[in-house]
């Protein structure tokens, strides 16, 4: 059995990716972090934070994924990425201006619309880049940044909002 070797431009695609996926995971998973600061401050109930949290979220990521998946077998896989990446981000960002459910349940939809088409562009853009002995070696590898946006999310993030609040930590 070989051993997957990436050349060096290999490698700052896979880092570059990784971190992408980190910021992914933690746009994702930053609302549960902050659930109950959201709570307070927005006055929600527990069906408006499991709406925020779940639903919300991905009922757009599901529904959304395949067109875009579908958009990616036929555009640029790069300008697709950049596109999802840049709207994610800035729902993402906007959430924490909100001053209400509603706002903040279209921000979350937001954030699945630009996250449903990470992931799908992203596999076709491995597949076309790395030959098949190495697709899934770089994929495992780009994957360790949603563990790692998972710990970030939750250390960072809630350090950011005990001491500066759960707005600045979804801007952060």
């Known amino acids: 059995m070989s051993q997957a070797r990436f050349s060096p431009s290999d490698r ?5 990716f990784g971190l992408t996926y980190m910021f992914n995971y933690i746009d994702r998973t930053i609302i549960s972090v902050l ?3 959201i709570r307070r401050d927005l006055r929600l109930g527990d069906m408006e ?11 757009f990521y599901a529904v959304m994924g395949v067109p875009i998946a579908r958009l ?12 999802v ?8 960002m906007l959430s924490g201006a909100v001053g209400n459910f509603w706002q903040l ?17 992203l596999v076709s853009f491995v597949s076309d880049r790395f030959s098949a002995t190495r ?28 001491n500066y609040g759960w707005r600045v930590a979804v801007v952060a």
């Open 12 to 16: 700052w695609v896979i880092f570059l």
């Open 35 to 37: 659930a109950e600061a």
């Open 49 to 59: 934070i499991g709406l925020l949290g779940g639903l919300a979220f991905s009922l």
């Open 72 to 83: 990616a077998e036929r555009r640029s896989r790069v300008r697709i990425i950049a596109v």
């Open 85 to 92: 990446t840049g709207l994610w981000s800035l729902m993402t």
């Open 105 to 121: 349940l279209v921000c979350r939809m937001g954030v699945g619309v630009g996250e449903a088409g990470f992931t799908p562009a």
């Open 135 to 162: 697709a899934a070696a770089a994929y495992s590898f780009i994957t360790l940044g949603t563990m790692a946006g998972g710990a970030t999310a939750a250390v960072v993030g809630g350090w950011i909002a005990a």
